[in-house]
């Protein structure tokens, strides 16, 4: 296994941190010591994930039988697909040092 465990594990996993991810970008993006052209990776990717969101509602991929519940799903997969890859990118962009100050605040509930 490599000591990284089954791949639903880590996907468990990842969605049980996915909150604190979330809170993490969103507090690093109002941070004003991270540079203005970093937090542009993170808007637009939240750009193309908005466009992706809009244009699939208009010609879905795929066939489903539930005329919201289909479509609402997979607009939600589609955005975690685009939005969680972007918020990764601009965290690990974003300077350490500021990053574990946010870490250490989320984790003790400030």
């Given at each position: 296994?490599?000591?990284k465990?089954?791949?639903?594990?880590r996907?468990?996993?990842?969605?049980?941190?996915?909150?604190?991810?979330?809170?993490?970008?969103w507090?690093?993006?109002?941070?004003?010591?991270?540079?203005?052209?970093?937090?542009?990776?993170?808007?637009?990717?939240?750009?193309?994930?908005?466009?992706?969101a809009?244009?699939?509602?208009?010609?879905p991929?795929?066939?489903?039988?539930?005329?919201?519940?289909?479509?609402?799903?997979?607009?939600?997969?589609?955005l975690?697909?685009?939005?969680?890859?972007?918020?990764?990118?601009?965290?690990?962009?974003s300077?350490?040092?500021?990053?574990?100050?946010?870490?250490?605040?989320i984790?003790?509930?400030?």
């Open positions: 296994m490599g000591g465990g089954p791949k639903s594990l996907f468990l996993r990842l969605l049980y941190h996915l909150p604190n991810f979330a809170k993490l970008a507090r690093l993006f109002w941070d004003s010591r991270i540079p203005i052209y970093k937090k542009a990776v993170l808007v637009l990717f939240e750009i193309f994930a908005v466009l992706f809009i244009l699939y509602f208009i010609n991929l795929d066939l489903d039988f539930l005329p919201v519940i289909g479509k609402t799903d997979d607009i939600i997969i589609g975690l697909a685009i939005s969680v890859p972007g918020a990764w990118l601009f965290i690990k962009l300077p350490e040092h500021i990053v574990r100050e946010h870490v250490e605040r984790s003790s509930g400030q």
